[in-house]
């Protein structure tokens, strides 16, 4: 069933259930095609259980996973503390692996194949990596791994390819992995392709490590699809060699001929100053990800990434012309794809791609916001503040990683006063009970960090008093809009389900509309303009 928010013009689908309930419905809601536009798919939530929930056996043609592993951790830490990682360092869920209940469910799984799901050789691996690494870190990363990546096979098409992207410090036990889950079931190893690139830290105690491993497999050894790619080798000297039969160019470096792509792809990482950079830590660049999609992939394919991060498959994939699926565990990363899809210079075509991204998980009824901000899972903890303050400020605000216990900000965004100078909104999320103190708090927050306005996110309907607390902070006239803000808003999360935004031009917006429109009417949505903004040519970021 879905639900098109008026207001924006945005369709909202039902949220993905809960994990830990098995009775939900399997069927992912239907969408509306939009002709010449692929229909896409992006699934907030974990991946094993979209991927189980979700992707039917055999639909897939392409998948890149690029999975977070603690690679700046010292490698010789990681396999002599086995079994003994500092227990304070589970809450961080994002890049660090500790033995917990989710791996011991995972080893009990694979151990006990009670669905036939693993083959032989993936239990007896399991079992024996046990007996080696014990139950610590490095095995749990290794069974989340192999319960995915045995998933990821079944819903690949017989023609279908996979890529694992990782490092040195895994690569050769997930390479034992991958062999028992594809060449033990009649798929096949094709490339280890060493990703190469320049950036990055060095040490004089060792070689400087300078690339990641991608690990390239297909479903199955006869059937795979492989689009032969070529590359230039320009000749010694740079002269010409005048071969017999050999078809000889020449570029401004020098003379080359066209050889077999190899398996080792000279590419910059995206630099502090490239034009794709997003600020997502671990983004990789597109050239990278159009190699893979073009080599392994045509037009109107369906390409998955089980780990988008900030969209980099997604974003290529959409551009080559091939239909995706991105699954991502964090609401800031999904909320970078849609900022990121959106704001492509000359992207003409968002309007019509918006209606065609299905979008799973994203809670679209009180109950599934209320259970979002109940979830106890360390790996998504904080997940009901990010999606409230990324919702409310239509992916515009940065989230407040740092948050401590006697700093309450969630999130910030930044908007044009002047022509000149920017202002600070501070937005605070309380999924609990709140009282006329929160307010009074918030106020004194607002003073401390500079901020112009500030915005109470809440769960619970607000009371008289904390009404008359917000009024008593007064208004903020902004002379560029004319018109006024209440300095203190407070906004109830089924306000942001029915579709209320932030109505405050961010910085791309409102330079725009101050260079073509002075003359619009207050009433227009600036959210609108925005997108117009975006349409025009510009880059989308604007913080
Ligand atoms: C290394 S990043 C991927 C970066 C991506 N290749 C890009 O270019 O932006 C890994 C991503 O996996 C996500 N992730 C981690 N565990 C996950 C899970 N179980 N299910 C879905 N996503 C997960 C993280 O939130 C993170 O965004």
Redesign the pocket.
């Known amino acids: 069933m879905t639900q098109p928010d008026a207001a924006r013009g945005r369709f909202w689908f039902d949220v993905t259930p809960d994990v830990s309930k098995s009775d939900q419905k399997l069927d992912p809601p239907e969408v509306p095609q939009v002709s010449d536009v692929p229909v896409s798919t992006l699934?907030y939530?974990?991946?094993?259980d979209?991927l189980r929930k979700y992707i039917k056996d055999e639909t897939i043609d392409l998948c890149?996973?690029?999975?977070?592993f603690n690679s700046n951790k010292n490698y010789n830490r990681i396999y002599n503390r086995i079994g003994k990682e500092d227990a304070a360092q589970a809450q961080a869920?994002?890049?660090t692996w500790t033995w917990n209940g989710l791996a011991d469910a995972g080893y009990v799984e694979i151990l006990g194949n009670a669905d036939g799901r693993f083959s032989s050789q993936t239990v007896e691996l399991i079992k024996g990596l046990q007996a080696v690494l014990k139950k610590g870190g490095l095995l749990a990363y290794l069974i989340?791994m192999t319960l995915?990546v045995t998933e990821i096979r079944r819903a690949l098409k017989p023609t279908g390819s996979f890529y694992l992207?990782c490092d040195q410090t895994a690569s050769h036990y997930l390479k034992l992995v991958l062999d028992s889950i594809f060449v033990a079931q009649g798929g096949d190893f094709l490339n280890e392709i060493d990703w190469c690139y320049k950036s990055g830290g060095a040490s004089k105690r060792h070689f400087s490590r300078k690339h990641d491993v991608i690990f390239l497999y297909v479903k199955s050894a006869e059937q795979y699809k492989f689009n032969y790619q070529q590359e230039k080798s320009y000749n010694r000297g740079m002269k010409p060699y005048h071969f017999k039969g050999v078809e000889e160019f020449k570029d401004e470096i020098g003379w080359y001929t066209m050889v077999g792509m190899k398996d080792y792809w000279n590419i910059d990482m995206?630099g502090r100053t490239s034009a794709e950079r997003?600020g997502?830590?671990?983004?990789?660049?597109e050239k990278l990800?159009e190699r893979i999609i073009e080599a392994s992939s045509d037009k109107g394919d369906v390409v998955l990434?089980?780990?988008?991060?900030?969209?980099?498959?997604i974003a290529v994939a959409q551009r080559l012309g091939r239909e995706w699926i991105g699954?991502?565990?964090?609401y800031?990363?999904i909320s970078?794809i849609l900022h990121r899809l959106e704001g492509k210079p000359g992207n003409l075509a968002w309007p019509e791609i918006e209606k065609s991204i299905k979008l799973n998980g994203i809670p679209r009824d009180i109950e599934s916001a209320q259970a979002l901000a109940l979830k106890k899972d360390d790996?998504v903890r904080k997940e009901f503040e990010k999606w409230a303050v990324l919702t409310y400020t239509n992916n515009r605000a940065v989230i407040n990683e740092k948050k401590g216990a006697d700093r309450g900000i969630d999130g910030i965004a930044y908007f044009m006063a002047t022509r000149d100078d920017n202002a600070k909104v501070v937005l605070q999320i309380k999924s609990g009970h709140v009282t006329r103190g929160d307010i009074a708090k918030l106020r004194g927050d607002m003073t401390r960090e500079g901020a112009t306005l500030a915005v109470f996110i809440t769960l619970e309907e607000p009371t008289a008093p904390m009404k008359a607390e917000a009024k008593d902070a007064g208004s903020y006239v902004h002379a560029l809009m004319g018109r006024s803000y209440d300095v203190i808003q407070i906004v109830t999360v089924q306000e942001i389900l029915d579709g209320r935004r932030l109505e405050i031009p961010m910085t791309l917006e409102v330079s725009k509309r101050a260079k073509t429109s002075a003359s619009k009417s207050k009433q227009t949505s600036l959210l609108d303009e925005g997108r117009e903004a975006a349409n025009d040519g510009d880059e989308g970021g604007d913080d």
């Open positions: 699934f939530g974990d991946n094993l979209v890149y996973i690029d999975p977070p869920f994002v890049d989340s995915r992207h995206v997003l997502y830590p671990t983004q990789k660049p990800l990434d089980a780990y988008c991060g900030c969209g980099t498959t699954i991502d565990i964090t800031q990363a970078l790996r």
